[in-house]
Nanobody
């Protein structure tokens, strides 16, 4: 059974930083594309960053240059380092494997105050 557990969210002032973690069981991140998504109420979940099997990364324009996705194969965990946070980054953040989605985790709330 696949389980994704996101953590690391919280309340931070604009300009601050947070590092999110996504730990997995039942699936091996190193052989999958893994992505971070975020969702605000009444909006669709959007993919904001991904990391491929080879380690190449990609970012949505709103987060490019501020967020960094990385992976620790030994811990089977993917991270999202978020710097220069803005109020519009406020959302619930999730991880998943976009080429073959698995059950969503509970997400982690990020709130950025102005």
């Amino acid at each position: 059974q696949v389980q994704l557990v996101e953590s690391g969210g919280g309340l931070v002032q604009a300009g601050g930083s947070l590092r999110l973690s996504c730990a997995a069981s039942g699936i091996t991140f190193s052989i999958n594309v893994v992505a971070w998504y975020r969702q605000i109420p009444e909006k669709q979940r959007e993919l904001i960053a991904y990391i491929s099997r080879s380690g190449s990364t990609g970012y949505a324009d709103p987060v490019k240059g501020r967020f960094t996705i990385s992976r620790d194969n030994a811990k089977n965990t993917v991270y999202l380092q978020m710097n220069s946070l803005k109020p519009e980054d406020t959302a619930v953040y999730y991880c998943n494997t976009p080429t073959s989605l698995v059950s969503w985790g509970q997400g982690t709330q990020v709130t950025v105050s102005s």
